[in-house]
Nanobody, 119 residues
Framework: VQLQASGGGLVQAGGSLRLSCAAS????????MGWFRQVPGKQRELVAA???????NYADFAKGRFTISRDNDKNTVYLQMNGLKPDDTAVYYC??????????????WGQGTLVTVSS
């Protein structure tokens, strides 16, 4: 499975960005698709994830500001981020694979895409 992420960039606080991640290859093995993020010196953390059936999970910091969605026909997951804050600055990673009940990271990772939020 290959995951191709895009959509990061520089935005001012309060602004919006939309991340996209397209999966290719052995996509039959994918149930969950989602996003994690990481800042230097910290562990990678879940942002949001969605199962193929549409069940979603959000980190507390993402609730009310971020929305995850999927286009199963295109094997693509999106992350709409609104109301961005400087604390959201991180490298965002697409993640996909089998569903885990604890919503932990699954099997496959995309390349990171940097999101920088200026104050």
């Amino acid at each position: 499975v290959q995951l191709q992420a895009s959509g990061g960039g520089l935005v001012q606080a309060g602004g919006s960005l939309r991340l996209s991640c397209a999966a290719s290859g052995s996509i039959f093995s994918i149930n969950v698709m989602g996003w994690f993020r990481q800042v230097p010196g910290k562990q990678r953390e879940l942002v949001a994830a969605s199962t193929r059936a549409g069940r979603t999970n959000y980190a507390d910091f993402a609730k009310g500001r971020f929305t995850i969605s999927r286009d199963n026909d295109k094997n693509t997951v999106y992350l709409q981020m609104n109301g961005l804050k400087p604390d959201d600055t991180a490298v965002y990673y697409c993640n996909a694979g089998f569903y885990r009940p604890d919503w932990g990271p699954s099997d496959y990772w995309g390349q990171g895409t940097l999101v920088t939020v200026s104050s």
